[in-house]
């Protein structure tokens, strides 16, 4: 157990199982990740950085990313969706679709890793 596992443990079921499903495939897509603290939040980070934070508020989850080029660079696939700078926010009910999620991590990963090589 980590940061993030913690946390994700104190949310209702429904909130845990989309985010718990966002962080294991994070963790099949960068499995050197590990949990953490970043910005205030339970995060996973990468190499040191940090690669996605998951939080549930009262109104709505979020992705962080941490990145403002990655969320736009997705920005027009998630139509609906409410963004800002380097948040992605959504619900349980309208979740983020699965090659979305990837795109985000991997992109965030190799954002990452081009500024550490």
């Known amino acids: 157990m980590g ?10 079921e ?5 985010l718990t499903g966002i962080r294991q495939r994070a963790q099949e897509l960068v499995p050197d990740a590990d949990q ?3 910005y205030g939040m339970a995060a996973l980070r990468h190499r ?6 998951l939080v549930a ?3 709505h989850l979020s ?4 990145s403002p080029a990655v969320v736009s660079a997705v ?17 349980v009910d309208k979740a983020l679709p699965a090659n979305i999620v990837d795109r985000v991590i ?12």
Do not use: H, Q
Request: glycine fraction near 8%; hydrophobic fraction near 40%.
């Open 36 to 38: 953490g603290m970043s």
């Open 3 to 12: 940061e993030l596992d913690d946390y994700l443990a104190t949310l209702d």
């Open 48 to 53: 040191g950085r940090s690669l996605v934070g």
């Open 106 to 117: 991997l992109l965030r990963r190799d954002e990452i890793d081009a500024a550490l090589d």
């Open 14 to 18: 429904a909130e845990r199982a989309v």
């Open 63 to 66: 992705m962080f990313p941490f």
């Open 57 to 59: 508020t009262r109104n």
């Open 75 to 91: 920005a027009d696939e998630l139509e609906g969706y409410s963004l800002s700078k380097g948040t992605i926010r959504f619900s």
